[in-house]
């Protein structure tokens, strides 16, 4: 099984940064799509950001200016950078990773997700 271990997240105020980390391990595949999806309390969970083995990236409308994500594949590790954090972006944060299959399609593996919380 791939295990994928979330890091990074925790309490800021809003306005600041936070970096989580994703680092995927188990099966290897040849084209492997990697990604942050989030829930927040009453919603569904939804894409944040993606990247494909080739670079190329899928963000969320209401990430879009303020997160970059990443990826080094040397490391297994994808990388989320969170600027501008809004209170609105409190959430469980899931890492996510699949072989390339449909373009954008959640991978079918997830981390147990990771909490950020904006908050003053």
């Known amino acids: 099984q791939v295990q994928l271990v979330e890091s990074g997240g925790g309490l800021v105020q809003p306005g600041g940064s936070l970096r989580l980390s994703c680092v995927a391990s188990g099966n290897k595949f040849s084209d492997v799509v990697m990604g942050w999806y989030r829930q927040i309390t009453g919603k569904q969970r939804e894409l944040v950001a993606a990247?494909?083995?080739?670079?190329?990236?899928n963000y969320a409308d209401f990430v879009k200016d303020r997160f970059t994500i990443s990826r080094d594949n040397a490391k297994n590790t994808v990388y989320l950078q969170m600027n501008s954090l809004k209170r609105e972006d409190t959430a469980l944060y899931y890492c996510?990773?699949?072989?390339?299959?449909?373009?954008?399609?959640?991978?079918?593996?997830w981390g147990r997700g990771i909490q950020v919380t904006v908050s003053s």
């Open positions: 990247i494909s083995s080739g670079g190329s990236t």
């Open positions: 996510n990773v699949g072989k390339w299959s449909v373009p954008w399609r959640p991978g079918d593996y």
